[in-house]
């Protein structure tokens, strides 16, 4: 197994193998000895820092899926860690290749071409791009200088591409009239949505999460967001962790049901055990290697309201399509209207569209509240009843999406489509 970054790691083991050289003393491997039956790991190997000498990700996976009008999605990375040490995840750790410099970049330059490169793919398969960075914007000089080059590259080349980028709910201090003013450019330059973490509605879970940030300021920033018509189709939560107690559930809940995200996928959604994070967590051993669920949950009311949401979750496939439907028809909205933006009423279509993800996520929403309120005194045949009673209202309400709007994803790719007046301008 390659450790961290493989480019290097990878080319040196291959190049090894092939001239029948000792492949052990690679660095950055680790590996199971057959004589021993111990696993030996060799030493780890540097960060790379200067990514710009890296070659741009070859595509020609997404050029023969493309050939065969297969959707995909087209990612990039324009910076490797995260300067952001949240107790669950470790990106802060794996992402940075466990180097001092938290968060290494490529040039702007260096990312708009590779831009350059991918925007005829990007058009072709009527889509957008994702930039994978675990935070692409932050509050640093460093960051907002990358963000500042990264703009003008884009103005410069007259490149406009549809892009989505991930986000904190403290990226932009939206006191600051210069932050607004980014946010608007950022927009004029291509993206489309952000992905907020915003991982609780509760205050107490996002302090263990060492979030540095309230749930009230994460809602700020998504109806920000919304009222520029650049809230992403989903955002991160993480609704159960191993010390919940039913009031957090309840206060996520809520939250989620106030930004439009209140889907039964997102009311179940846990904590995982990752490697490398801290968060403090009571494990057991993993059954596998990628058993990230080895906890119990402290309060007995707690695991048994989520083995209910997940046994519904595991046999009935309405729940997967409640979010999946959802965030397909967000995210083609927000690319027809890109690549359209005369051909209808799309600010119309967005209202009309949330009402009705609204009434169904309502479904969703008072269900589970229902089960945190009343689950203790229910017997198994209450508790069947309600469970019918809520999947038959998902399915009517499902209907009633896909029939209003489903054609939204059978749009034909030549129908609302303006074509650039040449490979590097989309507009």
């Given at each position: 197994m390659i450790r961290g970054e493989g480019e290097a790691s990878f080319a040196e083991l291959a190049q090894a193998l092939d001239a029948g050289r000792d492949w052990r003393q690679t660095s950055g491997l680790s590996y199971l000895d057959a004589h021993t039956r111990r696993c030996v790991r060799t030493a780890s190997r540097p960060a790379i820092e200067q990514l710009d000498a890296l070659?741009?990700?070859?595509?020609?996976?997404?050029?023969?899926?493309?050939a065969k009008h297969r959707k995909i999605e087209i990612g990039i990375l324009a910076q490797r860690g995260c300067p952001f040490p949240c107790s669950f995840c470790n990106a802060n750790r794996f992402l940075s290749n466990e180097a001092i410099t938290a968060v290494r970049q490529r040039s702007?330059?260096?990312?708009?071409?590779?831009?350059?490169?991918?925007?005829p793919l990007i058009?072709?398969?009527?889509?957008?791009?994702?930039?994978?960075?675990?935070?692409?914007?932050?509050?640093?000089?460093?960051?907002?200088?990358?963000?500042d080059d990264f703009c003008t590259a884009l103005e410069q080349r007259k490149l406009r591409i549809p892009f989505d980028v991930f986000v904190r709910a403290n990226s932009f201090d939206l006191n600051k009239p210069g932050d607004q003013a980014l946010i608007t450019r950022l927009k004029s330059v291509g993206m489309i949505s952000t992905y907020i973490g915003?991982?609780?509605?509760?205050?107490?879970?996002?302090?263990?999460?060492?979030?540095?940030?309230?749930?009230?300021?994460?809602?700020?920033?998504?109806?920000y967001f919304r009222s520029q018509h650049i809230q992403g189709s989903t955002n991160g939560c993480m609704t159960f962790q191993q010390d919940s107690t039913l009031a957090d559930i309840a206060q996520t809940v809520r939250f989620l049901r106030r930004l439009g995200l209140c889907s039964l996928w997102n009311c179940l959604s846990r904590a995982e055990t990752l490697p490398g994070i801290k968060l403090e967590m009571r494990t057991h051993k993993r059954e596998t290697c990628w058993d990230v669920y080895?906890?119990?949950?402290?309060?007995?009311?707690?695991?048994?309201?989520?083995?209910?949401?997940?046994?519904?979750?595991?046999?009935?496939?309405?729940?997967?399509?409640?979010?999946g439907l959802v965030r397909?028809?967000?995210?083609?909205?927000?690319?027809?209207?890109?690549?359209a933006p005369h051909a209808m009423d799309w600010l119309g279509l967005e209202h009309a569209l949330e009402a009705r993800i609204g009434a169904m996520q309502a479904v969703t929403?008072?269900?589970?509240?229902?089960?945190?309120?009343?689950l203790p005194g229910w017997n198994e045949t209450m508790l069947e009843h309600?469970?019918?009673?809520?999947?038959?209202?998902?399915?009517?309400?499902?209907?009633?999406?896909?029939?209003?709007?489903?054609?939204?994803?059978?749009?034909?790719?030549?129908?609302?489509?303006?074509?650039?007046?040449?490979?590097?301008?989309?507009?």
């Open positions: 070659p741009f990700a070859d595509r020609a996976v997404a050029r023969r899926a493309i702007a330059e260096h990312v708009v071409a590779e831009m350059v490169q991918l925007a058009v072709e398969n009527r889509s957008f791009l994702r930039f994978y960075d675990a935070t692409f914007v932050t509050q640093s000089r460093r960051n907002r200088a990358w963000i915003l991982e609780s509605g509760s205050d107490d879970t996002l302090a263990l999460y060492n979030k540095h940030v309230n749930a009230s300021d994460s809602e700020n920033m998504f109806e080895n906890y119990q949950f402290t309060d007995s009311r707690v695991a048994r309201l989520y083995a209910v949401l997940y046994s519904i979750h595991a046999n009935h496939s309405s729940i997967k399509l409640e979010d397909a028809l967000r995210d083609r909205l927000r690319i027809e209207s890109f690549y929403s008072e269900f589970v509240l229902g089960l945190i309120d009343q309600a469970i019918h009673q809520y999947l038959g209202a998902l399915d009517q309400a499902l209907d009633a999406l896909h029939a209003s709007y489903g054609w939204l994803l059978t749009l034909p790719i030549s129908a609302v489509t303006t074509r650039p007046h040449h490979a590097n301008c989309v507009h």
